[in-house]
């Protein structure tokens, strides 16, 4: 019987979890894999601290804090089910069921997919959701980004210093993000925006080599080398069924960070706190350990 299960480990769960270690709590974090989020941003200027720091760089130094707890992690585990009985939660994944008395949901976001035909066929094969990690695969080639928000500018950023060119299909009016990141990307002289548009088809031959999009009423033919898909997240909550989220899929939580089920609490993208940065989700993994902390030392269990 643990005190405490966090299920997450990006900016949020391990920051909950280097709280708990220090309360001294009886802890374990089960996660899919270590850094979330975080490992996929490419530089980041935002972060209290440092003046800039890259997200993998960043990601390894919140793991390393973490280690030095001698925290047990359970990696490459998935979470299939949270279920109470009485005054035990019991977090079931894929290999184990983990017993506590009280959690942590910190799992976070995905990627949204596009859901278009030659999406799941070139997936991997020029096709892919991580600028940051596969980036350098297409040096001096066009590749295409979708999407037009902070993670798509993000990916376009990286792109310009290592593609031939980079056009941005964004199917809103108007780039959104933040202002900074659109004005470079606006400025970049090898990037082309499309806005209004929307990618219809991802198409090639062994690879990708072309994808077709609706624009101005009219369909065109796109040829480029690799196409990053950066159309937002999806929360990572389905395996939480017992406590209340949002039309969205995010979870609810008050001030203390509890959720619908008294004893869960959760923390970071996965849920409806507004605003979703690393340094929003480090905080709110702080805090719900402090008050997960507090629920303990007030029940008797």
């Known amino acids: 019987m643990y005190d405490i299960v966090i299920i997450g ?32 941003s490419g530089d980041i200027e935002n972060y ?9 760089e960043l990601a390894s130094k919140f793991e390393e804090h973490m ?5 047990a992690v359970k990696e490459n585990e998935t979470v299939i089910s949270v279920l109470k009985e009485k005054e035990t939660i019991l977090v079931k994944s894929n290999k184990e069921e983990y017993p506590s008395r009280t959690l942590i949901i910190a799992s976070g976001k995905r990627t949204r997919q596009l859901g278009v035909p030659g999406e799941n066929e070139f997936k991997n094969r020029g096709l892919t959701y991580c600028a940051t990690c596969d980036g350098p695969l297409f040096a001096k080639k066009d590749v295409a980004v979708i999407g037009g928000g902070n993670s798509a500018l993000d990916a376009a950023l ?13 199917n809103t009016p108007a780039l959104g ?41 009219k369909e065109e033919t796109l040829a480029v080398g690799g196409v990053f898909v950066e159309i937002g997240l999806v929360p990572n909550s389905e395996f939480a069924a017992i406590v209340e989220k949002n039309q969205n899929g995010e979870i609810k939580i008050d001030c203390h960070n509890q959720t619908s089920v008294p004893g ?11 605003e979703k940065q690393i340094i929003i989700a480090a905080g709110e993994g702080s805090k719900a350990c402090l008050c997960a902390f507090r629920y303990l030392s007030q029940h008797v269990f």
């Open 158 to 170: 990286q792109l310009l210093r290592i593609a031939t060119h980079v056009y941005v299909i964004n």
């Open 67 to 71: 280690r030095t707890y001698q925290i």
């Open 264 to 274: 869960i609490f959760a923390a970071g993208d996965v849920t409806d706190v507004p």
């Open 48 to 56: 209290t601290g440092y003046q800039f720091i890259s997200g993998p």
């Open 9 to 40: 480990a990006g900016p949020a769960g391990i920051t909950a979890a280097v709280y708990a270690a220090r309360k001294k709590m009886d802890l374990l974090v089960v996660t899919g894999d270590i850094g979330g989020q975080a490992a996929w």
């Open 177 to 217: 993000g933040d202002a900074i990141m659109r004005q470079k990307v606006q400025e970049a002289s090898n990037v082309t925006v499309y806005n209004d548009s929307q990618v219809t088809a991802v198409r090639g031959d062994r690879m990708v080599n072309a994808l077709t999009m609706q624009r101005r009423g």
